[in-house]
């Protein structure tokens, strides 16, 4: 954990492990790109191969597809860092209500897979003991002790974070960036969040209202169970 503290607020820094590829994805000018993160308000494209023509303040049209699911979206190129592209979607004809119903809860629950039982080949924290992701606009980490028992987990939802430590309890914030990064072992992902000045019972409840709906299949009921505890204490 890196602690950045500034006159108005705290940024601190997450390092967490990285999926290698995302079913989420962004059609715009004949190429595909990965949604690496997305939110109501906007989402956050990369491109794996090649270049785009994207300039910053430019109109973005395209299709988004997650798993046999479909939307039309329009936006605007918020900035642009290499390959990835920032994208603030527009609400005009009632897009906004199109990208919630995109990202409804049982959408997003019928995407989760349990990463930590992935037959995908890769290098995981031995301390990582359930890994949940759902593309782009949701993630969960639990990580264990020695005897196994609960040390802490991380709840990214959108741009909403929660995390509780064992010792330490509640923290939640708002997620500022997300960048890929390479350590001498393994690929991670690098979350920026500006932590909130007091936990944010509105973003507990935007967790809780997926984490509760979490079927035994990902993880046990006993492990969801103490989750859905903490996140309402």
Not at 1 to 23: A, G
Not at 87 to 113: C, H, P, Y
């Amino acid at each position: 954990m890196n602690l950045i503290k500034t006159e108005y607020r705290e940024v601190e820094k997450r390092i967490l492990p990285r999926f290698p590829f995302s079913y989420l994805t962004f059609k715009g000018q004949e190429r595909v790109y990965e949604v690496k993160n997305m939110s109501f308000e906007g989402m956050q494209l990369r491109l794996k191969e090649g270049g785009h023509k994207y300039q910053k303040e430019q109109d973005i049209s395209g299709i988004l597809h997650w798993k046999g699911l479909s939307l039309e979206i329009k936006g605007l190129v918020k900035w642009i860092s290499g390959s990835d592209i920032g994208v603030s979607f527009t609400s005009e004809g009632g897009q906004r209500k199109a990208v919630e119903d995109f990202l409804s809860v049982d959408n997003i629950l019928s995407s989760m897979r349990p990463l930590h039982r992935s037959n995908i080949e890769m290098d995981l924290p031995t301390d990582l003991k359930y890994w949940l992701r759902a593309d782009g606009p949701m993630e969960v980490f639990v990580w264990q002790h020695t005897d196994r028992e609960c040390a802490r987990f991380q709840v990214i939802l959108m741009d909403n974070f929660i995390e509780w430590e064992d010792g330490l309890g509640l923290k939640t914030g708002s997620v500022l960036s997300h960048k890929e990064s390479e350590t001498p072992l393994s690929a991670v992902d690098e979350f920026e969040v500006e932590i909130d000045q007091k936990v944010s019972s509105e973003r507990l409840s935007i967790a809780h209202s997926v984490v509760s709906r979490i079927g035994d299949d990902l993880i046990p009921n006993s492990e969801r169970d103490f989750l859905i505890l903490k996140l309402g204490s």
